[in-house]
Each structure stands twice: as structure tokens, then as C-alpha cells.
């Protein structure tokens, strides 16, 4: 039999693969990937450079939906409040690759291209060098708990007559369904008008 003219695997397709097995179950396995795609495990070696190499490929693909266009925006606040809402719409969309990736260190090249335009807007905008990287990530931690936030269920706390919680159930009910969107403009806006009382005047 010939060779099939679409190859079984190719980075591309693994990285397809393991995501969706990440959506579904919140993690894969190189066996899997092989199974999914109708190939032998050894196969999927040619290809990647193991789980650690998979996990950098899922990196890449989730924050490839974020928009590098944000941080050319102007000025450098409303950059990064763009860049954060991108950050968020992305992760969000697939919020249980999020304790795979925060596992391992950031190795993926496109991501980190991603990181030294961030840097090099606060730089930029006057910022001192030791205050960027906390900034950088207070504001990563926020849109990582808020795609998780977003993604838990609608109910978080479970009011009953056996623990009464009165304060808690008006609240709940004031607060409605848009209370993790709301959450995260409450942490951004408290994060934006921090990360302005740091830069110097001027």
C-alpha cells in the first residue's frame, strides 16, 4: 500500500489532539494523542519533544488567540487593559489547560515575544525595572483566576436553610450572573489604578 497522502501526524494535528483531550479531561497522554490519531506512541516522538514539548505546543496555540495588536495601542494603560481582556478571552476558552501550563516554565518562543512587548511597554512608559515583573504578574494571576472563575459553575455557594446566611444569599442575588465578568473588572481597574500610582509623574 502506498503512503496516504495526508501524514497521520504533524506537530499541528498533536497539538489539536491534546488540547482537545485537555478540554475534555483536563489533561493528555502521549499514548492518547497516538490512539486518537490512529498512530503508534513512538510515532508521536518523531514529532514533539516528549510532554514537556507537548505542553509548550498547547502554550502556544491557547495564547496564539491572544491579540499581540493590544499593546500597540495608546497609551501604555489602555494597552495593557486591552492586553488583558485578550489574555482573558483566550484562556477562557480553554480554562483546564491552565494548571497544566502554570506547572512548567515558559519556554514556548511566540509567548515569550509576548512577554518582552509587555515589558518593553512598561519600560517604555517609565516604569522601574524592579516594578515591572510584579506588575506583569498580578495581572497574569488575575486573568488566570478569572477564566477559571468564569469557567466554575454558575452556583459557587449553595445557600441553605440548615447554615442560615441571609447577608450572603442578597448578594448573591444582587450580584447575578455576570458576578465573575464583574470580579475581574473590580481587580482590574484596582490592578490599573495601582500600576498608575507606581509610574512616575510626568
Known sequence: MGRPRTPLLDRERITTTAL???DEHG????????KRLGAQTGSVYHHVD?????????RERVASAIDPGTLDVTPWDAALEAWAHSYLAA???HPRTIPLLMASPVRAPRV????????TLLVDAGFALVDVMPLISALENLVLGSALDLA????????T???PTPRLAEALAAAGEGRANEAFEVGLKALMNHARAL????
Do not use: N
Open 20 to 22: 482537545q483531550l485537555v
Open 27 to 34: 489533561d493528555f497522554s502521549v499514548p492518547q494523542i497516538a
Open 50 to 58: 516528549g510532554r514537556d514539548g507537548i505542553v509548550e505546543l498547547l
Open 91 to 93: 484562556f477562557a476558552a
Open 112 to 119: 515569550l515575544e509576548q512577554y518582552e512587548r509587555a515589558v
Open 152 to 159: 466554575a459553575p454558575a452556583t459557587m455557594w449553595v445557600v
Open 161 to 163: 436553610e440548615s447554615t
Open 199 to 202: 509610574r512616575p509623574a510626568g
